[in-house]
């Protein structure tokens, strides 16, 4: 239990101090937008590049962790399906609540990867490699489906284009199997960017939480609560299992299948004509629920 104590609180702590620095005006609110792009377009990137360029893959090894990977965020989606009509949610909100079930904080699951042995930090940076496009791929086409009506190809390839996580991870999965190596300068450069991509993110992404938006908040909330931060680990845990995975593979695969939504779901929320006041209200909630939920689910996978 301290172990995890020792994991969980520092990550919260962090969320906690974005959170009161932005609301009480120690650092301003033009601050937050320029370190929540910094965070997303440099210093995450680096770190995705730099863990994957110098990580030790064995592809053969685990083809069956990608495969639950792609498997997870699908069947969310399909789980979230039946909602719809049973929560007589219109299109909009519905988008919402799909986001709410599917989509990830990149940040936590990173953070959260550290407590598990190697390779678990590798084996996270692998899972967002192959999450982020299947996560964007299923989103879009949410929204063409429900709200715009119809599928633009154009639109689903510009997002996953200009997605820099997935620029990083795919150009660290090219630098992993190119035989030579990073010169010691650039591999030192992304180091030092990498070190400081999870405090500000994390201080980001408190910042960005907005307790006003928990009002009036109903079903579809404590829904899409409930089926991303409990059923969906369930799931997971019987993917891991139906698929053979070892320990620190399923550990890996529950925790990322156990994280709140996204902070970036809100801006494809007001983007594309989801319930972007919803949204907002999910990504609070869920990421305030998931300081009771993560940890006991940490407390069952490592005991």
């Known amino acids: 239990m301290s172990l995890i104590l020792v994991t969980v609180l520092p990550i919260f702590s962090l969320l906690m101090l974005g959170y009161l620095a932005k609301r009480s005006g120690f650092l301003p609110a033009?601050?937050?937008?320029?370190?929540?792009?910094?965070?997303?377009?440099?210093?995450?990137?680096?770190?995705?590049?730099?863990?994957?360029?110098?990580?030790?893959?064995?592809?053969?090894?685990?083809?069956?962790?990608?495969?639950?990977?792609?498997?997870?965020?699908?069947?969310?989606?399909?789980?979230?399906?039946?909602?719809?009509?049973?929560?007589?949610?219109?299109?909009?909100?519905?988008?919402?609540?799909?986001?709410?079930?599917?989509?990830?904080?990149?940040?936590?699951?990173l953070a959260m990867s550290a407590v598990f042995p190697a390779p678990a930090p590798t084996l996270g940076a692998l899972v967002l490699a192959i999450m982020i496009p299947v996560v964007n791929i299923l989103c879009v086409l949410v929204?063409?489906?429900?709200?715009?009506?119809?599928?633009?190809?154009?639109?689903?390839?510009?997002?996953?284009?200009?997605?820099?996580?997935?620029?990083?991870?795919?150009?660290g999965m090219i630098l992993n199997i190119l035989p030579w190596k990073l010169p010691v300068i650039a591999s030192e450069v992304l180091r030092q960017l990498a070190q400081m991509a999870l405090p500000t993110g994390l201080l980001a992404v408190g910042a960005g939480l907005n307790l006003a938006a928990l009002r009036g908040l109903h079903a579809p909330f404590f829904w899409s609560a409930a089926l991303k931060l409990l059923i969906v680990p369930l799931l997971a845990w019987g993917v891991a299992i139906v698929l053979g995975l070892d320990a620190v593979s399923s550990s890996i695969l529950i925790v990322f299948a156990a994280l709140p939504t996204a902070p970036s779901a809100y801006i494809l929320a007001r983007q594309l004509g989801g319930n972007a006041e919803l949204m907002a209200g999910m990504i609070t909630g869920q990421t305030l629920l998931s300081l009771v939920t993560l940890p006991l689910i940490l407390s069952f996978l490592l005991h």
């Open 30 to 109: 033009e601050f937050w937008p320029y370190l929540e792009k910094a965070s997303y377009y440099v210093l995450l990137p680096a770190l995705l590049v730099l863990n994957l360029s110098q990580a030790h893959i064995h592809w053969s090894e685990t083809s069956r962790l990608i495969s639950g990977i792609i498997l997870i965020p699908i069947l969310a989606g399909f789980l979230s399906f039946p909602f719809k009509a049973v929560l007589n949610l219109n299109a909009a909100d519905y988008t919402s609540f799909f986001q709410g079930v599917v989509r990830f904080s990149t940040y936590i699951g």
């Open 143 to 171: 929204f063409a489906l429900f709200v715009q009506k119809q599928l633009k190809l154009g639109m689903l390839f510009k997002s996953l284009a200009t997605n820099p996580l997935l620029v990083a991870c795919v150009l």
